[in-house]
């Protein structure tokens, strides 16, 4: 109960935090789009090194809403290898026990 209230009282600090930040609203003439947002995800790992170094972001805001997002995401996505990387075992075939035909000679399952 007690690492319950732990993890209840810093959410609601970081709600409470989240809630006082504020974004400029300053209009943009050419706000960055799709493709501009498809290009900082594709460059995301060299933006965030830049990042630690000099005043460079890796997103651009303010930008043109949804479609900058959804490029910035199939961007990252493709950056990090979207869900390919994501499966289990990448493809591998198992080498069958036995003969291959499920009858294995010595009786005993799993044995080589």
């Known amino acids: 109960m007690k690492r319950r209230a732990v993890w209840v009282t810093v959410a609601g600090i970081a709600i409470l935090m ?22 900082d995800g594709l460059v995301v790992f ?33 950056a990090l290898g979207g869900s390919a990387t994501a499966r289990a075992g990448g493809g591998k075939k198992r080498k069958p026990c036995g003969d291959g035909g499920g009858n294995d000679v010595s009786g005993q399952p799993g044995s080589h």
């Open 18 to 39: 989240a809630s006082c930040a504020r974004q400029s609203s300053l209009p943009v003439a050419n706000p960055p789009g799709f493709w501009r947002g498809l290009f």
């Open 46 to 78: 060299f933006s965030l090194i830049a990042s630690i170094f000099t005043d460079i972001r890796i997103y651009a805001y303010p930008n043109a809403g949804g479609w900058y997002d959804l490029g910035y995401f199939i961007g990252v996505s493709a």
